[in-house]
Structure formats: C-alpha cells, structure tokens
Nanobody, 121 residues
Framework: QLQASGGGLVQAGGSLRLSCAAS????????MGWFRQAPGKEREFVAT???????YYADSVKGRFTTSRDNAKNTVYLQMNSLKPEDTAVYYC?????????????????WGQGTLVTVSS
C-alpha cells in the first residue's frame, strides 16, 4: 500500500515536498517512482529512485525536482522547487520490483492514491 501526501496550492516559483509512505512490501528493494497527470492529459513520468538511491528525472523537471528515500521510514519524497503552473497535476507515487522502462507506468506494481498539486501564476 502507498499513501501519498503533501500536495496543495502554491504560487509559481514556490516549493512543495510530497511524501509517500509504503507498507505491505519490502520497501528497500523496490524502485520508487513518481508520475503525474494533469487535467485532460495522460499520466506522465516524473522521477524514479532505485533501490541503490540512484535517481532519474524527466527533462521537464530536471534541476527543479529531487526525489529521495528513507528506507528506515519506508518513505519516498519528492522535493519540488521553482514550481510552474504547468506542474499542476495529481501526483502519484508507485513501486516497482523490476523496471524495464522506468517511464512505463505498466512496469509499476503498486500505486498510491494521488495528491493534487496546484501552482498558480
């Protein structure tokens, strides 16, 4: 089970930190991903962190977003800085035991319920 939190309303240029608490599986050996879905658009890859804490980002968020994990707390984070109105979306965390394509949502076994991030201009 994955429980995402931390979304909200923020002005452009501001920051938010999302958290995703995991339970029911061995968190430390899973790859953890973040996806987002804006109104009327398809779900898109944002970032992932593997079991060795190596991170990968979509070009659209590189340099602004940072994902990290705390295996002792079974939690993954997404720090979002310099937010833009186009970052407005529902953000989802996901877990994958094996990743063939980190940007492919079908590779992820578990999904959180999503948390809404709204960036005003």
């Amino acid at each position: 089970q994955l429980q995402a939190s931390g979304g909200g309303l923020v002005q452009a240029g501001g920051s938010l930190r999302l958290s995703c608490a995991a339970s029911g599986f061995t968190f430390s050996i899973f790859n953890m991903g973040w996806f987002r879905q804006a109104p009327g658009k398809e779900r898109e890859f944002v970032a992932t962190i593997n079991s060795s804490a190596r991170t990968y980002y979509a070009d659209s968020v590189k340099g602004r977003f940072t994902t990290s994990r705390d295996n002792a707390k079974n939690t993954v984070y997404l720090q979002m800085n310099s937010l833009k109105p186009e970052d407005t979306a529902v953000y989802y965390c996901a877990a994958a035991r094996v990743l063939r394509d980190r940007a492919d949502a079908y590779d992820y076994n578990y999904w959180g319920q999503g948390t809404l991030v709204t960036v005003s201009s």
